[in-house]
């Protein structure tokens, strides 16, 4: 049960900190500028200064970065093997053999080489940084706000179907740890192993489908998916925060410095077919740029209050 303790974790409180006082919006857009921009460098450098940025912002955050570094603990293991050894397996190029692993049928010869681990590696830290920045734009930005915005620009019934999703995800993650509570507290210790495992996972999705039932029928009840259109509220938008301009110009910054990188090339990295990555000043310069620039509207905390 340490991964659904871990879960309850990650989710939006009201922080003391600049990023949770700017609107939802403003806070996922910067958050996904971090992301993208991880997304459009290979260069190490450039990924460990993007990764240390997040975790700085996360820090700014009211603490977010220890939730953060919780929860990634439980995964960064899982995704460290699987990208690696499928890069290692599954890329044929690199110059420098270190381990011949013969003939395997349909995928010939399988050659292990030290640039292909880089390459595994390298893909490793972006995803941690693309993992993290998601994860702290669910820390930072209110779901019900950006919910507010999908239901009157995008879609009512998306909408209605995201807010019942993270509302109930929790509760099913309560079910469950109760479930495994009780069937411990049995005099015989309760079904141990996988079946005891099984079993909680079918009390929880057989607990999911009549919640999902009762749901549904208040849903009837009170006109969804009839006919008619009920009539709007009229309800104000929400109002913006004086720290929206810093953080949507640092999320602009630094998506239009990652796209020059990525079309002009200035942070040169290659793995294959060896390892080549030249740390110039320019690559450095871009690498402070990218921490400054993150952490830039954190220096503003007029109106946070501890």
């Not at 403003?26 to 260069?43: D, P, R, S």
């Not at 941690?128 to 209110?142: E, G, I, M």
């Not at 749901?215 to 006919?227: D, F, I, K, P, Q």
């Not at 077919?273 to 690559?283: A, D, G, R, Y």
Request: charged letters at 15%; proline letters at 5%.
């Amino acid at each position: 049960m340490s991964t659904l303790a871990s879960s309850r974790r990650i989710a939006y409180r009201r922080r003391a900190s600049p990023l949770h006082a700017a609107s939802a919006p403003v806070a996922a857009a910067y958050c996904l500028a971090l992301a993208t921009a991880a997304l459009l460098t290979e260069n190490p450098v450039l990924l460990g200064a993007l990764m240390l940025a997040v975790l700085l912002a996360a820090g700014a955050s009211g603490g977010v970065a220890r939730d953060l570094l919780r929860s990634l603990r439980l995964s960064a293991p899982l995704m460290l093997a699987m990208i690696v050894i499928v890069n290692v397996i599954v890329t044929r190029g690199g110059l420098t053999v270190f381990a011949r692993l013969g003939d395997w049928g349909v995928l010939g010869q399988v050659d292990l080489t030290v640039e292909a681990v880089v390459y595994g590696l390298v893909v490793t830290l972006r995803m941690f940084v693309v993992v993290l920045a998601c994860l702290l734009a669910v820390c930072a930005a209110d779901p019900d706000e950006l919910l507010h915005i999908c239901r009157r620009r995008i879609s009512p019934h998306s909408a209605l179907t995201a807010t019942l999703a993270t509302r109930l995800l929790p509760v099913l993650g309560e079910d469950a740890r109760r479930v495994a509570e009780a069937q411990r507290c049995r005099p015989d210790g309760g079904v141990q192993g996988a079946r005891g495992r099984l079993a909680v996972v079918r009390a929880t999705v057989g607990g999911a489908l009549e919640r999902s039932l009762d749901v549904a029928a208040v849903l009837e009840m009170r006109g969804y998916g009839s006919t008619h259109r009920p009539a709007r509220k009229v309800r104000r938008s929400p109002s913006r925060s004086r720290h929206d301009s810093a953080f949507l110009a640092a999320a602009t910054a630094l998506l239009a410095m990652y796209v020059l990188v990525a079309v002009g090339g200035f942070a040169p990295f290659s793995a294959l077919p060896s390892v080549s990555l030249p740390v110039t000043s320019t690559v450095l310069l871009l690498a402070c740029a990218t921490v400054a620039l993150a952490l830039v509207p954190f220096a503003n905390r007029r109106g946070i209050q501890p």
